[in-house]
């Protein structure tokens, strides 16, 4: 099975959380990287999206091999952590 990559973003997907997978320059070679976050801008020439950490990512649009929109991160659950997923609480007097 063989899967078609592509990118399907453009500047209407403007403060959409995106993913792009592309070819970062590593030294001599190539290594493909994925990117998550909000996109912040979108042109003929780049992507810039705004990582969770704050930090800018541009990435050259001719070296972007895939991107799409994705749904918002999941919200982490404010507590303790102690109660598992699934697993009732004691209740027993």
């Given at each position: 099975?063989?899967?078609?990559?592509?990118?399907?973003?453009?500047?209407?997907?403007?403060?959409?959380?995106?993913?792009?997978?592309?070819?970062r320059p590593a030294?001599?070679?190539?290594?493909?990287?994925?990117?998550?976050?909000?996109?912040?801008?979108?042109?003929?020439?780049?992507f810039t999206v705004?990582?969770?950490?704050?930090?800018?990512?541009?990435?050259?649009?001719?070296?972007?091999?895939?991107?799409?929109?994705?749904?918002?991160?999941?919200?982490?659950?404010?507590?303790?952590?102690?109660?598992?997923?699934?697993?009732?609480?004691?209740?027993?007097?």
């Amino acid at each position: 099975m063989r899967y078609r990559l592509e990118v399907r973003l453009s500047a209407a997907d403007l403060g959409s959380r995106v993913v792009i997978r592309w070819r970062r320059p590593a030294g001599d070679r190539d290594e493909i990287a994925d990117v998550v976050g909000v996109l912040a801008a979108a042109d003929s020439t780049s992507f810039t999206v705004r990582k969770a950490s704050g930090e800018l990512v541009t990435i050259p649009r001719d070296r972007a091999l895939a991107g799409k929109t994705v749904p918002a991160a999941p919200r982490r659950e404010q507590g303790t952590g102690t109660r598992r997923r699934g697993v009732a609480p004691d209740r027993s007097e």
